[in-house]
């Protein structure tokens, strides 16, 4: 199984309501990049960035249930994160409700919303869909 780009709508959707995510923005953001695992050509674990030059913004990062807790996720946090340093990315940011100690082990840090920067505050993710007790997170890219 290796992590390559996604750009079904509908597989996409699919993973993220199965996991209980929103999927509602996915079609009208500028589009995020989308990157994820198949197997026997079934997308079983994605993650979602999207880039503002110097920052990013992780996103709707879901494993189908059979498929957790087999690294999965921490493959394909690592992969967007090198994608996201290729492109000058400085910090990413995510917001979350259920992954939080997940995020806490792969070196997030608990950051303040207001010291998010304006480009994450504009996301639908943070203005709408994340709801104000969502953790959210920040991490430093180093090249």
Do not use: W
Request: include cysteine.
């Amino acid at each position: 199984m290796q992590i390559e780009p996604v750009n079904n709508l509908a597989e996409i959707t699919r993973l993220l309501d199965y996991c209980n995510l929103k999927s509602c923005d996915v079609a009208v953001e500028s589009p995020p990049f989308f990157y994820g695992i198949h197997y026997k050509n079934e997308l079983v674990a994605i993650i979602g960035l999207e880039i503002f030059e110097h920052v990013g913004l992780l996103r709707s990062l879901a494993v189908a249930t059979a498929f957790r807790e087999k690294g999965l996720a921490t493959s394909l946090v690592l992969y967007a994160e090198e994608q996201a340093r290729q492109q000058g990315v400085k910090t990413l940011y995510l917001l979350t409700n259920t992954a939080e100690v997940f995020f806490l082990k792969t070196s997030y840090q608990t950051t303040e919303r207001n010291m998010a920067p304006i480009e994450i505050q504009a996301t639908s993710q943070f203005s709408e869909l994340c709801p104000l007790s969502s953790a959210f997170l920040s991490k430093q890219l180093t090249n």
